[in-house]
Nanobody, 120 residues
Framework: QVQLVESGGGLVQAGGSLRLSCAAS????????MGWYRQAPGKQRELVAA???????NYADSVKGRFTISRDNAKSTVYLQMNSLKPEDTAVYYC??????????????WGQGTQVTVSS
């Protein structure tokens, strides 16, 4: 079983920073992509940032220049450094991994989400 555990969410003032972490565990033989999605109340889930095992990254236009995604492949962990936070960044942030399970199957796995709230 593949499990993703997020941490680092919380309440911050506008202009502040947070760092989210997501650690993958369980029966994993490889991870192609890890990323962060977010969903605000009444809004569609959207991709925030993603990173491949080789280090290629992709960001939503709304966070470019403010957020940085990174990974530690040895620890199967992905980070999202969020700077210059805005109230519109308020959402539940979900970690996602497209991974190869120990039994060989490929699939997409989700964390339970962590709340990020940015006050104005």
């Amino acid at each position: 079983q593949v499990q993703l555990v997020e941490s680092g969410g919380g309440l911050v003032q506008a202009g502040g920073s947070l760092r989210l972490s997501c650690a993958a565990s369980g029966s994993i033989s490889g991870i192609h992509v890890m990323g962060w999605y977010r969903q605000a109340p009444g809004k569609q889930r959207e991709l925030v940032a993603a990173i491949t095992s080789g280090g290629r990254t992709n960001y939503a236009d709304s966070v470019k220049g403010r957020f940085t995604i990174s990974r530690d492949n040895a620890k199967s962990t992905v980070y999202l450094q969020m700077n210059s936070l805005k109230p519109e960044d308020t959402a539940v942030y979900y970690c996602n991994a497209f991974a190869i399970a120990g039994w060989g199957a490929q699939g997409s796995y989700w964390g339970q989400g962590t709340q990020v709230t940015v006050s104005s």
